[in-house]
């Protein structure tokens, strides 16, 4: 299970881990597939570099512009003047002028805003806006853009056509591996997400011819086949479970519990910060369920 010559696998960044690191390589030049948040611009700038002559490093690919993904946008422009960061255009007005974004942060991410660090103003000069489908030439490669709205509406994945990689930003949930185990839960959270949109998504990028899929959390997988089940059956136990919450009025320990029976999250909820995506990522989808079934408070939190 092995990625393509173009692209490397950079490993785990921050502590607790955010996401993990890829460099995509089209000879003249690189990109590196999301910023990563403030905090860790440094050590994912500084991973790539090792890989590369300077100078070469001409790209961030942003799939969208929740924190953990494009924070740090500005803090990478700081650093590296010339780089300039591709974004879906639905998003590139949040990274112009970020305070809306910062306000709604910190209000849904608590104490997980802390570990990201903070949002700033990125120059517009150093901004690319992609259309869904638009490309980007990195050296003698080509990576597409393709909207992928339902986790958040400015929502999109990247595709190396060339090697036929996809880099899945939030659109198809988290990815876990821990060696016997490989499972995926669907990252849902509030206010804005759309489970019906993100189903609808999912649909849409299966229709790629898909080599290898490499997901910010926590990994990648060339075994396409086995990965899209495990997505099937995340995003369906994650509905079906809090569908049923709203409807019995569970509160969040018989959630987890439920959860639990059906998808290996236990060791995952050990870990504080995963504890709190999991727990951010249930508060979504029951304000999805609720909205779409026309209830309001319909469950105990
Ligand atoms: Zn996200």
Known sequence: MSLPDNVTFLGGLGKPRVLVGYLVDGGSEAAIIETGPS??????????????????????????????????????????????VGVYERGYKHLVDPSRLAGSAREALGSVYDVWGDIRPTPPNNLVGFKDGEAVNIGSLTVRLIGAPGHAPHSAVWYLEDSRVLFSGDALGIYIDSGATRFVWPTTPPPTYDYDLAIATIGKIKKLKIDAVCFPHYGYSANVDEVFRLIDEGFDVWFEVTKQAVLDSWGTDVILEQLSKRLPITPLLKDEYLRSLILMDIRGMLDFQQKKMGVKNGYKT
């Open 39 to 84: 905090k860790l611009v440094e050590e994912y700038l500084s991973r790539a570099a090792s890989q590369l002559d300077t100078g070469r490093l001409g790209w961030s690919l942003v799939s969208h512009v929740h924190l953990d993904h494009a924070g740090g946008a500005w803090r990478a422009v700081e650093l590296y003047p010339d780089l300039r």
